[in-house]
């Protein structure tokens, strides 16, 4: 019997910008050139100074704020962002407005929540999510948060979901973990968690979220 489900927030129940969306944005806030141009040149510098180590999502990155600012704003720095366009960026990144949920949130958190089934959101971030699910009438519908900037380890760290289950008072037999990415969110299966993994969400529009109830209802 599923007691629990335990969700990933960015490509879950929510849309990501991509990169050039999140430069676009930050463009249009301070009403500087958003050509095709300048934002290919801003994506080219900032890949760069990111490198192949991508350090804006380096180990630790998300489990301390301070250290997520810092990393960004030293990797802007180094792309030769001036300070005004490296704060509208990492403005545009830290607000979960821009990253909607997806239309059958709502209704498979209250389907769960009928069917006494606890849920949590279990996300490598370094804001407080609370307040965007309170906006969006869903805070009512979690039992649990678990921020990697709260918790000071982020996704794969197993901790991120025992102390999870722990909070929630769930065995991990009668779990069940959905995610969109197999290295963080599918990690979850080695403290014994059933883990769904989908496709990342894309549009708003998508309804992938019956799988959660049809696996509740099978287990």
Request: glycine share 8%.
């Amino acid at each position: 019997m599923t007691g629990a489900v335990l969700f990933d927030w960015r490509g879950t129940l929510v849309t990501t910008l991509t990169e050039r969306e999140w430069v676009e944005q930050a463009l249009l806030v301070l009403g500087r050139d958003r050509s095709p141009g300048a934002v290919n040149g801003l994506l080219a510098a900032i890949a760069e100074a990111n490198g192949d180590q991508d350090r804006m999502d380096g180990p630790g990155v998300d489990s301390d704020a301070a250290l997520h600012r810092r990393t960004y704003l030293e990797v802007f720095a180094d792309a030769g962002l001036d300070a005004e366009l490296a704060e509208a960026l990492y403005a545009v990144e830290s607000d979960p407005r821009h990253n909607p949920f997806a239309v059958d949130v709502h209704e498979t958190l209250q389907a769960l929540r009928a069917r006494g089934v606890r849920v949590a959101v279990v996300s490598d971030v370094h804001v407080d999510l609370r307040p965007a699910f309170d906006a969006a009438g869903l805070g009512g519908l979690v039992d649990v948060f678990t921020l990697s900037f709260e918790q000071g380890v982020q996704k794969p760290d197993p901790l991120m979901f025992s102390r999870t289950l722990e909070a929630l008072q769930v065995a991990p037999s009668h779990a069940l973990m959905v995610g969109d990415r197999s290295r963080p969110d599918g990690a979850a299966v080695d403290i014994g968690i059933t883990t769904l993994l989908l496709p990342p969400l894309r549009d708003v529009a998508d309804r992938r979220l019956d799988k959660v109830l049809r696996l509740c209802d099978a287990g």
